[in-house]
């Protein structure tokens, strides 16, 4: 943080300004001692402390005790108090109802899922969703009552209001209002596959900065864009959605895999089984299986040739498959791009768009935290936003 952050302004006004600087800079780092804070933040010493003071009396930060080493007084380190509060992710998809509880800083404590249909009603499908996050409250031992903000992944064309806008996975999806639902004082919604980007370009192995085509594979198939680092929703938030085109059937291929397993697995396995008899070697799973990847390949060959990325990313609940999936995808993409970008699975599997939906709501704290709009930070409880 810069010097600007004192400039112009009654007490007041500069005081919020100087918390946030503060409160920004021990976050990041996790933990600092007061003269890397009065080093980073560009503020004097005197207000450093008297900041520090003030968000340790309103539970924003901790002092932590220090090791004492040699003779004087030990140097004083503050944190961020990450436990404060949570953050819900929900993946709620045409199958499954998918969680995961962060703390403020992004840390996973608890995940859980429950079965649902295609066929489910509207209503019993959020219920399930509060029964997913009350799943993962309890397997955290936190109350729910302390879980600031929700994100919501889900299948379709989510507005920005956070209502489902069309949804072709789910009967009675479309007109859902999911921000609206929830009760938590901050709720935030998008399209499954662009969470599940998200959550690759935060937590994914890749490099954060390249653009990448991100594949999400699974019972629901979907594209994605990270461009200069940025996720790219487009101007509706409908970037990359080519579940309409007539060249691409992603749904179709999905019988290619279901077709050579016993007809008595269930339908949500299928695909799984598929997989596995292709590792065993099975000649008509392969054969299944490089059928499934031409049909991947040509949507992704279109994202590609549009926006040359470095990265293409197999995700989604598939990626898991990816010592037999990957190869022939690989082959089908050169046989249809100009240059093909280096291939990676992720290795978030199938939490990877409740993790992208917690990593939406952990930003929409932030902007609520941390902007000088906001005016002064309160004392923290256990509904502080």
């Known amino acids: 943080m810069g010097s600007s952050v004192v400039d112009g302004g009654d007490h007041s006004r500069l005081r919020q300004l100087n918390e946030r600087a503060v409160l920004a800079s021990v976050r990041a780092a996790g933990e600092l001692r007061v003269a890397q804070i009065v080093e980073q933040s560009g503020l004097g010493r005197t207000a450093v402390e008297e900041v520090l003071s003030s968000l340790v009396t309103r539970r924003w930060l901790v002092e932590e005790s220090p090791a004492i080493r040699g003779r004087g007084r030990p140097a004083r380190s503050y944190r961020f108090r990450a436990e404060a509060g949570y953050v819900a992710g929900l993946d709620i998809g045409a199958f499954s109802v998918r969680g995961v509880l962060t703390d403020l800083d992004g840390r996973m404590l608890a995940n859980a899922h429950r079965s649902v249909t295609p066929e489910t009603p509207r209503k019993q499908r959020l219920a399930t969703a509060d029964r997913v996050i009350a799943d993962c409250a309890r397997e955290a031992g936190v109350p729910v009552a ?3 903000a929700i994100g919501a992944g889900t299948t379709g064309l989510v507005d920005a209001a956070g209502t489902v806008v069309r949804a072709n996975a789910i009967p009675d999806w479309g007109g859902t209002d999911l921000a609206g639902h929830f009760t938590a004082q901050l709720v935030v919604a998008d399209n499954d596959s662009q969470l599940a980007a998200l959550a690759e370009q935060r937590r994914g192995g890749a490099d954060h900065s390249a653009d990448m085509v991100f594949l999400h594979a ?3 198939t979907g594209l994605a864009l990270v461009l200069d680092g940025q996720l790219r929703r487009g101007a509706f938030g409908a970037a990359a959605d080519m579940s309409a085109l007539r060249g691409v059937a992603w749904e179709a291929a999905l019988e290619y895999l279901h077709a050579v397993v016993p007809a008595e697995i269930p339908t949500v396995d299928k695909a799984e089984r598929a997989f596995a008899a292709a590792h065993d070697g099975d000649r008509a799973a392969r054969t299944a299986v490089r059928k499934y990847a031409r049909a991947m390949a040509v949507a992704a060959a279109t994202a590609i040739a549009i926006v040359d990325p470095r ?5 989604g609940a598939f990626s898991q498959a990816a010592d037999v999936l990957l190869e022939p ?4 993409l050169e046989r249809l791009c100009p240059r093909v970008p280096e291939l990676h699975a992720s290795a978030l599997g199938s939490l ?7 990593s939406l709501a952990e930003d929409a704290i932030n902007a609520r935290l941390l902007s ?3 005016g002064p930070l309160p004392q923290l409880s256990a509904r502080s936003l």
């Not at 990877?352 to 917690?358: D, H, K, N, S």
């Open 329 to 332: 995808l690989a082959d089908e």
């Open 311 to 315: 990265l293409l990313v197999l995700g």
């Open 218 to 220: 699974g019972r629901r």
């Open 146 to 148: 302390r879980v600031w």
């Open 372 to 374: 000088p709009s906001r």
């Open 352 to 358: 990877c768009v409740a993790l992208g939906a917690a």
